[in-house]
């Protein structure tokens, strides 16, 4: 068999980057069928204006992560530390401000 793979640091960020990336897309998903069943049961639900924050920072998100899993150097490095800045942004603005 083949050497084990090792781990590195950058290896380990992309990884946690990918997940946060598929967290606010599987977020928005949920926020979309809220909106959806809170329109058809007029009951409150989120608005216009989270829906579209939250859908700007998935693709920002996504596409970040995409640039960082195919460039292993200082730019996807950097790409993935866009990952958390984005879900970090999104978390205080929309959650927690």
Do not use: E
């Amino acid at each position: 068999m083949g050497a084990a793979r090792t781990v590195t640091g950058g290896r380990a960020l992309r990884s946690l980057t990918g997940v946060l990336a598929g967290g606010l897309v599987a977020l928005l998903v949920a926020l979309l069928v809220a909106w959806v069943v809170s329109r058809n049961t007029d009951m409150p639900g989120p608005g216009t204006a989270t829906l579209v924050w939250h859908a700007i920072a998935a693709v920002v998100a996504v596409a970040a992560q995409i640039y960082a899993d195919r460039r292993p150097d200082v730019r996807g490095l950097l790409a993935a530390v866009g990952v958390l800045v984005t879900a970090a942004a999104l978390l205080f603005f929309q959650w927690l401000g």
